[in-house]
């Protein structure tokens, strides 16, 4: 194609106002679905992988090989070192933001007269801040390196035992060596996750205390975080070739939540059965119109054909044509589809809670690179497939015939 074609094709479309303007409003109106479809579901991925991740789990987690599948059964069989030079590596490590150990830790915990078992962790509270930004206190305070006997509960947990932050409660666990050791402390405050089964049964404690509690010095996992989570394989890639021992096994987070692997499948496979659906709708479209130009301007298509006009420039012009309504139509759609999506993200779309929460929140639209440029590709692709036809069709007419077609 060159100038002098898409200029005639840019005369034709306007030569059809009307019926352009209608192909051109359905080519914009599918690239908006698309946009804010395939935004959505882009926000729900990014929601749901930054809320696990910022709340506890990380980008990376670095345990020794076989904790995660008999950990649960041995806990004190795979702890690692409360110090080492590992730990100071991976913390110096390039991309890394923090390195927070951990201590599960799980056992009775008392008030008064009321006992109940609890799942909780040990945890630094500075390092922590880096790897569980969202962990939302509703009462009292978070943990301080400064309260080494202070703890924070769940909100279930807090109601079912009646403490307030101030309250003394006194905790129990079996330590490494088998015995039962009990520990006292202070509760600081009360966190919700909105998970109403964690809520009802977690705590929170300095990871001095637990150790304490559990006669141990180590810790079961070091919870890597990183500056972006798009670059958490390449991390993970030289994690793994740095740290070649036996000593470390480094997991992401997508090996460890394999629920969001689940749903990146199922909303996918949906928005391609959306995608599919737009398309046809395209190519029916503008196959139709490009159709009905054909026929009207047959006289026409035999005149250049008489004078020497080539068949295959018969295509190139309809083919044109074709791909001016596209960029037209997917320039419009993209201004419309970005402003109506800022507008909708700015007030938000009511979602109920989740399975497993207690209170629902508001969702976006998250257009990304990725979502406009898949939008605006399908538009100008099928638009440029629905235009092969009709173009066949005209460089097919016979001259003799198609001349005499307006007499």
């Known amino acids: 194609m060159d100038i002098a074609d898409l200029t005639l094709a840019m005369r ?119 790897v569980n930004q969202y962990l939302q206190i509703r009462k009292g305070s978070d943990l301080s390196a400064l309260d080494p006997k202070g703890i924070i509960v769940g909100e279930g947990l807090a109601a079912s035992l009646g403490v307030q932050p101030g309250d003394q409660v006194t905790l129990l666990a079996t330590s490494a060596s088998g015995g039962i050791n009990a520990v006292e402390g202070n509760v600081r405050g009360v966190f919700w996750t909105g998970v109403k089964a964690f809520d009802d049964a977690a705590l929170r404690m300095p990871i001095g205390m637990s150790r304490e509690l559990l006669r141990v010095s180590g810790s079961h996992i070091w919870v890597i975080s990183l500056d972006r989570t798009e670059r958490t394989q390449a991390v993970l890639d030289q994690l793994r070739s740095q740290f070649k021992s036996d000593s470390l096994q480094f997991v992401p987070w997508f090996e460890l939540f394999d629920f969001y692997n689940k749903t990146v499948a199922l909303l996918s496979s949906q928005l391609g059965v959306v995608r599919t659906m737009i398309g046809i709708i395209i190519v029916l479209s503008i196959s139709n119109m490009l159709i009905m130009n054909v026929l009207e301007r047959t006289g026409e298509i035999g005149t250049l054909m008489a004078m020497g006009t080539r068949r295959r420039r018969i295509v190139r012009l309809f083919l044109s044509e074709g791909l001016v309504l596209a960029l037209a139509g997917a320039a419009l759609g993209l201004l419309v589809g970005l402003v109506l999506a800022h507008i909708i993200s700015a007030v938000g779309i009511p979602m109920p809670p989740p399975p497993g929460r207690s209170e629902g929140h508001s969702a976006e639209i998250l257009v990304t690179w990725p979502v406009a440029g898949g939008a605006v590709v399908l538009a100008i692709g099928t638009t440029l497939l629905a235009s092969l036809y009709p173009a066949w069709k005209a460089s097919r007419l016979v001259i003799v015939d198609a001349l005499r077609h307006n007499r």
Not at 45 to 72: C, D
Request: glycine share 10%; proline share 5%.
């Open 12 to 130: 034709n479309t306007l030569r059809h106002g009307m019926r352009s303007a209608i192909a051109i409003s359905a080519i914009s109106f599918s690239v908006i679905a698309l946009l804010l479809a395939g935004g959505f579901i882009e926000w729900i991925f990014w929601a749901t992988r930054e809320n696990v991740i910022q709340t506890g789990m990380g980008h990376i987690r670095a345990v020794k090989p076989g904790y995660l599948e008999s950990g649960a059964a041995e806990p004190f069989s795979y702890l690692l070192p409360a110090t080492s030079a590992e730990l100071s590596a991976l913390e110096a490590a390039p991309e890394v933001k923090g390195v927070a150990p951990r201590l599960s830790a799980s056992g009775l915990i008392s008030h008064g007269e009321t006992t109940l078992s609890f799942t909780g962790e040990g945890v630094d509270p500075e390092k922590d801040r880096l």
